[in-house]
């Protein structure tokens, strides 16, 4: 593997690192869900397009609010393809001169 595609990889990792943690402290500050739900729901959200897969909602949908569901994705939404967003709504198209929040 080149150096190239070493530092495009680790680029694309903190990418998602830093979109992973403004997710999470957003929707902490606003509703308690408990960690690894939050956790989950927020990389199935990153993994497929801001919306969490059909079977994750239905396994939290009896331990998190359906409202507090569908705030993860529209903040996933917005912060990956929103007017500032990280991502191209043409296919992800990476934008590093957005800081992490």
């Known amino acids: ?4 595609n070493v530092i495009c990889n680790s680029h694309e990792a903190l990418v998602l690192q830093c979109c992973y943690k403004t997710i999470i402290n957003t929707i902490e500050a606003r509703y308690d869900v408990r960690g690894s739900l939050l956790a989950e729901l ?4 990153l993994e497929n397009r ?5 079977s994750l909602r239905q396994y939290c949908s009896s331990y ?5 569901l569908s705030y993860i ?4 939404e917005r912060l990956l393809f929103g ?6 709504a ?4 990476y ?3 957005v800081p992490c929040v």
């Open 95 to 97: 934008k590093s001169s």
């Open 90 to 93: 043409a296919e992800y198209g």
């Open 1 to 4: 593997m080149s150096s190239r």
């Open 50 to 54: 801001a919306r969490a897969s059909a």
């Open 83 to 88: 007017p500032n967003g990280r991502f191209s």
């Open 42 to 45: 927020v990389r199935s959200s």
């Open 64 to 68: 998190v609010q359906e409202e507090a």
């Open 73 to 76: 994705e529209r903040v996933t």
